[in-house]
């Protein structure tokens, strides 16, 4: 997997709860430990979880359901994605790292949105051989 980031431009991303004081620090690990193999990270994204609370007559706010994804397809909310997948287009990046790590249904529904592969920080860890310009779901 790690093949992937090597001499790329990198996106990351990560969803946090707002009781995560260190969200900025696993980030920074993050993008260390892309450069480390070689990847370039060009453009980080944080959706925070639990910021604000819900409004009246809604549900429940964001503090009941803090540690819960926004999405079970896409792991944050559709506003944040396709924010993502146009810095993807902009930047042309080979993949978007989350800090998180995502079901095989959030990576498949996220790499086709994105346009790129999604990967979670575990997949930067396999030892499985992966090759830019012929990724697909399968591979992942």
């Known amino acids: 997997m790690t093949n992937v980031v090597v001499d790329a431009d990198v996106l990351i991303a990560g969803l946090f709860s707002a009781k995560r004081k260190d969200h900025a620090d696993l980030m920074d690990d993050l ?3 892309i450069t480390e193999l070689g ?3 060009v453009r980080r ?5 639990g910021v604000s609370g819900g409004k009246k007559g809604q549900a429940p706010g964001g ?4 540690d819960q994804p926004y999405s079970s397809r896409t792991l944050m909310s559709t506003g944040k994605v396709h924010e993502i997948a146009e810095a993807c287009t902009e930047t042309q990046a080979a ?8 079901t095989g249904r959030q990576r498949t529904v996220l790499t086709e949105i994105l346009g790129c592969p999604a990967l979670s920080r575990s ?6 051989c992966y090759h830019p310009g012929e990724w697909s779901v399968r591979n992942l």
Do not use: P, T
């Open 31 to 33: 993008a260390a430990e």
């Open 39 to 41: 990847g370039r990270v």
């Open 45 to 49: 994204f944080v959706q925070r979880r």
């Open 63 to 66: 503090q009941a359901n803090m």
């Open 95 to 102: 993949a978007v790292v989350f800090a998180n790590d995502l």
């Open 123 to 128: 997949d930067l860890r396999r030892s499985e």
